[in-house]
């Protein structure tokens, strides 16, 4: 992944260009930071989008279970009485669902497509256009047990209850939506162990924890960890999608993937050029091998042509054993003694026949033994020998030894 910047638009943008940014290296590191007006923004291929303040709003609505290309229609038509505006001239992003019985509960951002409409086109008008764009109501962390109150870097305020419920509180009545927050939770036994107030590294210091403590009895404020509103969660919804969704988004997949692909395209050519060289040493060996076997035969053999040396060497073995009074490899008793050891223990006494001639001999074996006559075929071969079979009631094998080129 190449280096991301990571922008807070806040309501008030374009109107004053002005915007906090963090740019961010392959491990989300902070490389640089600073807030100021596009043309000093740093130029990186991919940027990304926090929508601060009360740019987008937070809903959770029950719907009938359906398939998924209905849900919007579906949550569109249950959210039209929570919406003073036209749900039409909204734009949807579900944050999160699960089923309930036949229902379905979801939770669902909700921003102006007017609005988004205009930021895209401004950040277009200036040379980035972003790849993801996230609510900052979905960058407050969720404490557990406790609330947390974040301080955005324009001096928003975004009250967290639990893991799904965040909404944009105004600095002005925070003491009055505090004291009416902590009295509904008492009331159903949920009430929060703290409030954890933490603030952004440019937050304006309107609002101090020591100050809040004493606003709203019965509420224990501290100070908590700095607001780091560029830290989105992966799984947080994008508010580019449908309509809004970027035509340049593949594109910059495809270069994010680059780099690996390229890895990957050495890796196999390394892994390719390796192998090729083995066979060629391997090709090299055996050269060298049936090299020094002809030099070989040549010597035991002269004026005999080469043809396949292995083969002719083992004939003209068996011609000077049979001229000696010993064994050929293609005798009888030969033969015979390698059946024995070929098909083990039980061979001899599977034999009913046998007949011998011209260095071939041929076994009738009993009917037990056809199912295993295709595996001593296979032994026979692997070891020189010519088997020929037959199977049925009365199985045969016909062992001769390969000595002829």
């Known amino acids: 992944m190449t280096r991301r910047l990571i922008i807070y638009i806040d309501e008030t943008w374009p109107a004053i260009p002005s915007a906090p940014w ?23 291929p991919h940027c990304e989008l926090v929508l601060g303040g009360p740019q987008c709003s937070m809903f959770e609505t029950r719907i009938p279970k359906a398939a998924r290309r209905e849900q919007e229609r579906l949550l569109r038509y ?4 929570q919406l ?11 944050t999160h669902r699960h089923a309930d019985g036949a229902m379905l509960e979801a939770g669902v951002l909700v921003i102006s497509r007017a609005r988004l409409r205009t930021v895209l086109a401004g950040l277009a008008e200036v040379g980035c256009p972003p790849l993801r764009a996230v609510a900052e109501l979905q960058a407050v962390p969720d404490a557990g047990s406790r609330w947390t109150l974040a301080l955005g870097p324009t001096g928003g305020c975004i009250l967290r209850l639990d893991a799904t419920h965040a909404f944009v509180a105004d600095a002005g009545a925070l003491a009055d939506i505090l004291a009416h927050a902590l009295l509904q939770a008492c009331a159903s036994g949920a ?7 933490r603030r952004a590294p440019t937050a304006p210091g309107s609002i101090e924890p020591a100050t809040l403590a004493g606003t709203v009895p019965g509420l224990r404020v501290e100070a908590g960890a700095a607001y780091r509103w560029w830290e989105t969660p992966a799984a947080s919804a994008d508010l580019l999608h449908g309509e809004f969704a970027p035509s340049h988004r593949g594109s910059a997949g495809r270069q994010a993937l680059r780099r690996p692909l390229i890895l990957a395209a050495v890796a196999v050519g390394v892994f390719a050029a ?5 066979v ?63 098909g083990g223990s039980a061979a001899p006494a599977s034999v009913r026949t046998l007949d011998y001639e011209a260095g071939q001999l041929k076994l009738t074996l009993d009917a037990a033994s056809a199912s295993g006559i295709g595996v001593l075929e296979k032994r026979f071969a692997s070891l020189g020998y010519v088997v020929r079979s037959t199977g049925g009631a009365a199985p045969s094998l016909t062992l001769s030894r390969k000595n002829q080129p």
């Open 280 to 342: 060629l040493w391997q090709r090299h060996e055996l050269d060298g091998i049936e090299e020094r076997m002809r030099r070989l035969f040549v010597t035991a053999v002269p004026d005999t042509p080469a043809i396949a040396p292995a083969l002719q060497l083992r004939r003209h073995l068996d011609e000077a054993r049979s001229l000696r009074g010993e064994l050929r490899e293609d005798d009888l008793l030969a033969l015979l003694s390698a059946y024995t050891e070929i």
């Open 22 to 44: 963090m740019l961010l290296d392959e491990r989300n590191r902070i490389v640089q930071e600073g807030q100021s007006e596009p043309a000093h923004w740093p130029v990186v």
């Open 274 to 278: 390796v192998n090729l060289a083995s």
């Open 191 to 197: 009430g929060p162990e703290a409030l954890e107030v």
């Open 78 to 81: 249950a959210l039209e009485t």
């Open 84 to 94: 003073l505006k036209d749900v039409d001239a909204q734009h949807l992003a579900v």
